[in-house]
């Protein structure tokens, strides 16, 4: 069956300038996970969905971040007036539930380059 | 803090040789789950073992086992006959009962030479 997908792969953006990030989980998952990787930071966490529970943003690091996941499927990671410490690649996984029973499976990644 | 830490930047093993990736963990939680993932140059995350907690049977998947210890929150990968292939970064990474974000080491690369 299809993986997570994610695009673009890669996206170039000037700073200032907004970018939407896609993310197809696998079907029938219903929680959803988006995740920065950069060299400096590592693997983090920023926003996690699950149905139509509220999501958990505690890992968005500011207010230019946000995510909505529309119809419990396609998520789209939204960054506002882009930084170059945004300069990442963004990582989406999703699993069949949500209990820690449920490992993550991850998508390509899309590598954002803010200049 | 809940943190994982791989004190092995770098790794090298021979073809056919086996090798063993050293991660530690820090948790109060008395229910949580562990991973090893496997991330090649295409960028992309594959799941390559996982471990319950509350399991005291170490996990094996084909060449790939791990050595869980609970008691000294130690849990490391065993790659048995390394191949080219298994050339990559490999993140350790747990969730707890709690939370079901990842929290990831910082990898360890793994060159496997001929």
């Known amino acids: 069956g299809a993986g997570v997908s994610q695009s673009p792969s890669n996206k170039v953006t000037e700073k200032g300038k907004d970018v939407e990030l896609r993310c197809d989980p696998i079907?029938?998952?219903?929680?959803l996970y988006w995740y920065r990787q950069s060299l400096g930071q590592g693997l983090e966490f920023l926003i996690y969905f699950q149905g139509n529970s509220a999501p958990d943003k505690s890992g968005l690091p500011s207010d230019r971040f946000s995510a909505e996941r529309t119809g419990g499927s396609v998520s789209t990671l939204t960054i506002q007036r882009t930084q170059q410490e945004d300069s990442a690649v963004y990582l989406c996984a999703s699993s069949l539930r949500p209990t820690t029973t449920g490992a993550q499976y991850f998508g390509p990644g899309t590598r954002l380059l803010v200049l | 803090a809940q943190t994982v830490t791989q004190s092995q930047p770098e790794m090298s093993v021979q073809e056919a040789e086996t090798v063993t990736l050293s991660c530690t963990y820090d948790t109060s939680e008395s229910d949580y789950y562990l991973f090893w993932y496997k991330q090649p140059p295409s960028r992309q995350m594959i799941l390559v073992i996982r471990q319950e907690a509350y399991k005291q049977q170490n996990a094996t998947e084909n060449r790939f086992s791990v050595n869980f210890q609970k008691a000294a929150k130690s849990f490391s990968l065993k790659i048995s006959d390394s191949q080219l292939g298994d050339a990559a970064m490999y993140f350790c990474?747990?969730?707890?009962?709690?939370?079901?974000?990842?929290?990831f080491g910082t990898g360890t690369r793994l060159q496997v030479t001929l």
């Open positions: 079907s029938g998952h219903t929680a």
């Open positions: 990474a747990y969730n707890t009962g709690t939370a079901s974000k990842l929290t």
